[in-house]
């Protein structure tokens, strides 16, 4: 094709050196409020539950349904006249910002609507790279949707580039980084190929990076699993907002990580990571792997599962699998079973026995979260060293940084400060090291 033989000539004409990653964590301002439409043979509304789990990773609140059962989309507008004006009728009756299809639309399709619709319009395709866009960590992450993001873009340049321009950013138009989508075609190659040769040289620094992983002293849980098994609504069900307050600092610096206290006092960091798609589009495979490798930085896997999908048993597999093919598959990890509010009792006894040692919880209810949380302390590891400090008065930062990072076992005032018992990582045990009283010895 001759889309590549240019982008190969782009790769060797220009030298160009790694330079800075792209950085900025996207922040959710407002939410957006997006109308969902599906086509297909026999489809119904909840055929679109995955999309607005989708939407609302995004950060965009369903606000409509609008699905047109037929065998193929209309080529020129993706849903048929009659439709169009429903859709048009609901879009601004419900005052929503944006519409977002459930499959990927040709460039023309996506022009014509926006154009008919006069609000922004995001197929499945662009929704899943902002996803993905969100939850980039890594430079290879980043790097990996941002080449996505571009190979989507390049074909789509004239007409959705200057609509998006228009129709100004949010949902659908985020990038990894600062970097503004550009358009311009001959950058935009130039820029591919030198994505293509950054990850070249990023993958190979990976596994270097993972054998080097930083020791927070807060053990890392990772929620990963299939979107819509309930990850957010468990997330939220395992903090509460109390704790969220309380830990501004963890808020402000990334929106889908927070602090959770567990029985006897112990603390972890969840996130809420990118989540499984069923029918990912083939070219998002690589952006989708990278950036889950995340998942493999955590202590601990919280692997969520929807036990009312039919497809439960391919769903638990593949997560799984893909953790396996990551790096991930050694980490301890706890199966739980969500929705269990939606099961009658003899089907619940049915997945215990199928899954032992997993863990039935109704994110929604609240109900097994507490016994989930016990199932945590006991399966989350300790941080190693026990050790007692002594705080002069006048360091509460110590004290402050301590309760911050580690298990603050007991606390008891003296004359000239605060004797601390806590158990703590390596790293902030050698920043305390000058404290230390007791302990710093054993493991
Ligand atoms: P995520 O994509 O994994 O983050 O899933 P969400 O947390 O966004 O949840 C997807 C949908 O499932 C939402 O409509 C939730 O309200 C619903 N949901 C989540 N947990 C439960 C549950 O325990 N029971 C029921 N009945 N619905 C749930
Ligand atoms: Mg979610």
């Given at each position: 094709m001759p889309e590549r033989d240019r982008t190969r000539r782009a790769r060797r004409s220009t030298r160009a050196t790694l330079e800075s990653p792209l950085s900025a964590t996207w922040q959710p301002a407002i939410r957006e409020r997006a109308v969902l439409v599906g086509v297909g043979p026999?489809?119904?509304?909840?055929?679109?539950d995955e999309l607005a789990a989708l939407a609302d990773s995004a950060g965009a609140d369903t606000v409509s349904r609008v699905v047109q059962s037929r065998?193929?989309?209309?080529?020129?507008?993706?849903?048929g006249r009659g439709k169009l004006e429903e859709l048009h009728h609901e879009v601004h009756a419900r005052d929503a910002g944006s519409v977002i299809l459930d499959q990927e639309l040709t460039p023309g399709q996506l022009r014509s609507l926006e154009e008919r619709l006069g609000v922004k319009v995001i197929d499945r395709t662009a929704l899943i790279l902002d996803i993905f866009a969100l939850h980039a960590r890594s430079r290879e992450g980043k790097a990996q949707v941002e080449l996505a993001q571009l190979n989507y873009l390049l074909p789509r340049l004239r007409g959705w580039g200057e609509a998006m321009s228009r129709l100004g950013?949010?949902?659908?138009?985020?990038?990894?980084?600062?970097?503004?989508?550009?358009?311009?075609r001959q950058h935009i190659r130039r820029r591919i190929a030198k994505l293509r040769r950054d990850i070249k040289t990023l993958a190979k620094t990976r596994d270097l990076k993972r054998s080097q992983r930083?020791?927070?002293g807060i053990p890392q849980i990772a929620i990963a699993g299939?979107?819509?098994?309930?990850k957010s609504t468990l997330m939220r069900q395992l903090t509460g907002a109390d704790v969220v307050v309380a830990d501004q600092l963890f808020a402000t610096l990334d929106p889908t990580t927070r602090r959770i206290e567990l029985p006897g006092r112990r603390k972890a960091v969840v996130s809420d990571t990118v989540g499984f798609v069923g029918?990912?589009?083939?070219?998002?495979v690589e952006a989708f792997r990278s950036t889950l490798e995340?998942?493999?930085?955590?202590?601990l896997i919280l692997h969520v599962a929807?036990?009312?999908?039919?497809?439960l048993d391919e769903q638990v597999d593949a997560v799984r699998r893909v953790l396996g093919e990551i790096g991930a598959g050694d980490l301890p990890e706890v199966l739980v079973l969500n929705k269990?509010?939606?099961?009658?009792g003899s089907h619940r006894a049915r997945l215990a026995r199928r899954f032992p040692g997993s863990v039935p919880v109704s994110a929604l209810t609240g109900e097994g979260v507490e016994g989930l949380l016990e199932v945590l302390g006991e399966r989350i590891p300790r941080p190693p060293v026990e050790i007692t400090l002594l705080v002069p008065f006048g360091r509460e930062d110590v004290t402050a940084r301590l309760y911050r990072e580690a298990e603050v076992l007991s606390t008891e005032l003296d004359t000239t400060g605060t004797i601390v018992k806590a158990r703590v990582g390596l790293r902030l045990l050698s920043a305390v090291r000058g404290f230390v009283t007791d302990g710093a010895a054993s493991g």
């Open positions: 026999g489809i119904a509304d909840e055929d679109l065998s193929e989309p209309d080529p020129a507008t993706f849903i950013g949010g949902i659908g138009t985020r990038g990894p980084g600062e970097t503004k989508m550009e358009v311009d930083q020791d927070s299939y979107t819509n098994a309930g029918k990912l589009p083939h070219d998002l995340e998942v493999g930085m955590a202590d929807d036990a009312t999908s039919h497809a269990i509010d939606r099961l009658a």
